[in-house]
């Protein structure tokens, strides 16, 4: 017999099982013999159960990865001085934990994939979603619960903060995020300034420009974010030697998210935000430039800041590592006529040929089943359903 948290909290800690094969608690501890279970249970594995959990370790699939402490601390602080009442945590479990625990004025719904937090939590502080594709497992009673979370009192702001996998899709988290905005626009009859929700977004500094075209308003922060049970991505003798390359995307103007002075940030005058202790200022540049924990250089033929580890190189026209293969990189060149300067679809070698018409793939998330069958027969696609939305996908 299956218990929920409620029931659990009433027991005593010798009386508490957790069955970890069934991924649930248990009333009968002889019926899970066999299994691996763990009793008795701490009331502080019932507020943190990312303690409990082994973090899941298909690294293709669904690997888990939890903040530090520290981390969390500080993301915290960012969330509550943005003036957030009302927090979104999208697969960043421990977040949500800090944030239900500690004496804190904010509600917190957890929405993530790993069902194993049914067990933790009730809706609705708990349900399961697909942050790819903005998909509640639990159907239109979780989407009730969902959009109920978001209705607001006069000022009151919702936030959200996310911690996807770092090989998804930007676009796809970037449509999640618009679409709980929306949900939040239709619930509430108003308008958004910047189209989007509060967010925090934790992702490597090296996804900048994807995030920020798919996301105009977005900010980078210098914060780094380390991981507790990742080696490259935390401080110590295995972590990388300019620290964790994981930082936070927000559209929150940095200016108003101090960061911890006592890890090295200090706040910068002239750019009026709080970066990292080697993000130096440069005054050609008007700007703090650096963005991979090391202090960047500025070139004056590139008129810009590099990574130290670049030198300009005249016949390839840029900055580049020393050892590079000269005069193999350059701009994009046309497919049509091997000219820099414009894509092949603006080439003067097209004029009069019929360009495609089809829908990119982006295009057809979301699309009715009409539109998805009619691409099908034209292309080499499968496609499936998920709740009352479409998807495609290419057949290889």
């Known amino acids: 017999m299956e218990l929920n948290i409620s029931q659990v909290r009433q027991l005593s800690q010798e009386q508490r099982i957790y069955c970890f094969d069934c991924q649930s608690f248990v009333k009968d501890k002889m019926m899970h013999s066999n299994h691996k279970h763990l009793s008795p249970v701490s009331d502080e594995f019932l507020n943190y159960p990312t303690r409990l959990l082994s973090p899941l370790e298909e690294s293709k699939k669904e690997a888990q990865y939890f903040f530090t402490q520290e981390s969390v601390t500080t993301i915290v602080n960012m969330i509550e001085k943005a003036d957030v009442k009302k927090l979104l945590c999208i697969g960043a479990p421990r977040i949500h934990e800090k ?46 619960v969902l959009r109920k979370f978001l209705e607001c009192q006069e000022n009151e702001v919702v936030g959200i903060v996310t911690d996807p996998p770092f090989g998804g899709r930007v676009e796809l988290i970037s449509n999640t995020l618009t679409w709980i905005s929306h949900q939040w626009m239709d619930v509430n009859g108003t308008q958004l300034d910047s189209h989007c929700l509060p967010f925090f977004w934790i992702f490597p500094y090296f996804m900048e420009q994807h995030i920020s075209s798919s996301l105009p308003s977005t900010h980078m922060l210098d914060y780094k974010i380390n991981y507790a049970n990742h080696d490259s991505f935390s401080q110590g003798k295995k972590g990388r030697k300019h620290g964790s390359p994981v930082r936070i995307f927000t559209n929150v103007s940095p200016s108003l998210i101090p960061l911890p002075a006592e890890e090295g940030y200090r706040f910068c005058s002239l750019c009026r935000r709080w970066v990292s202790q080697e993000n130096k200022h440069c005054s050609l540049c008007n700007s703090c430039t650096s963005k991979d924990g090391r202090t960047y250089v500025h070139c004056n033929t590139c008129n810009r800041c590099v990574k130290p580890s670049w030198k300009h190189c005249d016949k390839c026209q840029r900055c580049c590592l020393t050892d590079h293969p000269c005069g193999l990189i350059g701009p994009p060149l046309c497919k049509s ?45 499968s496609i499936t359903h998920c709740g009352s939305e479409w998807y495609v996908s290419e057949i290889k």
């Not at 067990?119 to 979603?129: A, D, K, R």
């Not at 603006?346 to 691409?375: F, M, N, V, W, Y």
Request: glycine share 4%; net charge positive; with cysteine.
């Open 337 to 381: 006529c091997k000219q820099e300067g414009h894509k092949w679809r603006d080439c003067h070698l097209r004029e009069g040929k019929q360009i495609s018409k089809r829908k990119p793939l982006d295009d057809l998330i979301g699309s009715s089943k009409k539109e998805c069958t009619s691409a099908k027969k034209k292309r080499k696609l």
């Open 99 to 144: 944030v239900v625990n500690c004496k804190s004025n904010i509600q917190s719904v957890l929405l993530d994939i790993d069902e194993r937090y049914r067990s933790f939590y009730e809706p609705p502080t708990y349900l399961p979603f697909n942050m790819f594709n903005h998909h509640l497992f639990d159907g239109k009673e979780a989407v009730s």
